[in-house]
């Protein structure tokens, strides 16, 4: 038994390095030490970061033994060195790095075999922070123009329709038992008073509607902050358009809006978005499957806080640090999200201007 979960322990984190190094592949030493854009940090910290990460977690807390470089510790924690100074800073390049992620790994494949998984906790949470990262970086490819930050697009017509959700009790968040993060428990009974949703996310197609009839133009449907954010940029349409239009296919969900376009964008439809509790009760829904999810980002009217009886665990600063009014829930997954962590009762969070992120709209609105 044991060994078969640490046999599938060991497989998983092979197979998240096999992707980060199938991710970086293409790019020279040099390309990935540059800052690719001034809100992302260089491909090499990501890098360096999710070794780090795992020898913290697995050999170090996990194992009882030194860190490997403790020397870098600061350098790769995410707030001890903010993403605006990543550029400057020593952190490992060339094959110091792609030696020091290795050694990284065969010292937690050892803990594994030595020490065994314990509850499997910290293994899945390694896991999974490399696969997350994976997506941060994709986001670092797409504002770059460089290969991996695109989705593959091939997608199909479907009518804009909406879905009733009855009014009624449901159960929001993850069950006590298996893998989630801390900000996902506990597990909580809400009632909802009825409300209907989009069957499926908004198309470019659709937002090329909104700009040319002035989206971007007309105040009343703009919030104060968003509009003093869109004037201050001169946003006129997602990013990554260029002046024609959507770079994807028309019928592929809109990607890279801010919180505030997705908000202008619904009042200009009569509608708004989603709570994170309806988004996860219609997910959920067993009588009508919402369409396309897991495709992009859903931004949700929610701001990030803890459920009812919230502790943070085991990593303190995943969720808690971020509560309060300055970020915006969404909900789902995006095309760059790698099949583990993917699930209904996850919540990402980002700030309202944040267009990196692979991010779209689902509308919702009363029942009439
Ligand atoms: C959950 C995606 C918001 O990237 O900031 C990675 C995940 N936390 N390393 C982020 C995370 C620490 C986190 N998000
Ligand atoms: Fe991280």
Known sequence: MATAVTSALGDALQQARSRTLALVAPFSHAELE?????????LGWDLGHIAAYEDLW???RHGGEPLLRGDLADLYDAFETPRAARGDIPFLRGDDLFEYIAAVRRRALEVLERVGPGDGTLFEMVIRHEAQHNETMRQTLFLAGL???RPPT???DA????IDVSAGRFEMGAPADGFAFDNERPRHALELPAFRI????????TWMHFCEGGGY?????????????KEEYDITHPEGWTAGGPSDDDHWPVLHVSWFEADAFARARGARLPTEAEWEKAATWTQEPLQDVGKVWEWTSSHFGGYP??????YREYSEVFFGDDYRVLRGASWATEARVRSLTFRNWDLPQRRQIFAGVRLAKEVT
């Open 159 to 162: 009518p804009d329709e909406w």
């Open 34 to 42: 540059r800052v690719q854009h001034p809100l992302m940090s260089p």
């Open 198 to 205: 989009a069957r499926r996310p908004v198309t470019n197609g």
């Open 58 to 60: 697995l050999v170090h």
């Open 309 to 314: 009886g919230f502790v943070a665990h085991p």
């Open 154 to 156: 091939c997608a199909h």
């Open 217 to 229: 133009e007309r105040r009343e449907w703009w919030s104060d902050e968003g509009w003093a954010w």
């Open 147 to 149: 290969p991996g930050g």
